[in-house]
């Protein structure tokens, strides 16, 4: 199994409902997101995926999320439903933005990290 990983960010704010302490006030973060994806076997050039692709499609699905309170996003908002927007919850939501995105470039998204701070940070893989 090949491996490819690429580093992003983007600035939000957000705040955990029914939660006790400093969290459940409106505050924001810089996250860095970590995407990795996974190929049994390496296209002609010998990659697993273009960095350059790879880089452009995470940033364009995280322009979405930068500068925003993501509360206001129907999937992290009260009435949307029922995710809080924890870093966990965060890195499943841009892991299903990013799936069949990935897919279309015969690789597999393999998971996504979301760092809150540089020493905590949250992971999702299917």
Known sequence: MYKVKVLSNFSAAHFLRNYKG?????HGHNWKVEVVVASLKLNSLGMVMDFSDLKKLTKNMLEELDHACLNDLEYFSAKGGKHNPSSEEIAR?????LKTLIAEKNCQLEEILVWET??????YRE
Request: aromatic share 12%.
């Open 93 to 97: 939501y841009i892991f299903d933005k």
């Open 22 to 26: 400093k969290c459940e006030n409106l």
């Open 118 to 123: 540089e020493s905590s940070c949250a992971t």
